[in-house]
């Protein structure tokens, strides 16, 4: 599992559904989900989390796109095996895994040292740690 450390921006509710924004370092993310925990306010420190193969990657950022998590990161490890392909990519924000095909990282032609996109749907991401409720 990926861990992010983010503080919370805004929320945002209609109905059952809650958009929430958070920074973490010089990024903003975006998690869209359906219950809350009452801790879970502006300002509160959390930890996210996504799991490896949620997390895409691009070659560059997309405005044609509905991703709107979209966070710059260099390829710093790849383990290859015979179906797919772990790929360390380390940013700003922390050390992310993502977890594709060997196909797609053929097809990608990814490289130590590359310089790509993390890209993930504010559906995949969660809160798994609430460390300061405000």
Not at 12 to 25: D, G, N, P, Q, R
Not at 43 to 49: D, I, P, Q, R, T
Not at 88 to 101: A, M, P, Q, R
Request: net charge negative; proline share 1%.
């Amino acid at each position: 599992m990926n861990k992010i450390e983010a503080k919370v921006s805004s929320i945002e509710a209609s109905e059952a559904i809650h958009v929430v924004t958070f920074s973490a370092k010089n990024e903003e993310l975006t998690m869209m989900a359906l219950e809350l925990p009452k801790t879970v306010q502006k300002g509160a420190e959390v930890v996210l989390g996504i799991k490896p193969s949620f997390v895409l990657i691009a070659k560059e950022k997309s405005k044609d796109i509905s991703l709107t998590n979209q966070i710059d990161a260099t390829i710093v490890q790849l383990d290859i095996g015979r179906l797919l392909v772990t790929v360390k990519l380390e940013s700003d924000i922390g050390i992310f895994e993502s977890l594709i095909t060997k196909k797609s990282s053929d097809m990608m032609n990814l490289s130590e040292g590359q310089n790509v996109v993390v890209m993930m749907k504010a559906s995949e991401i969660s809160i798994i740690e609430v460390r300061d409720g405000v």
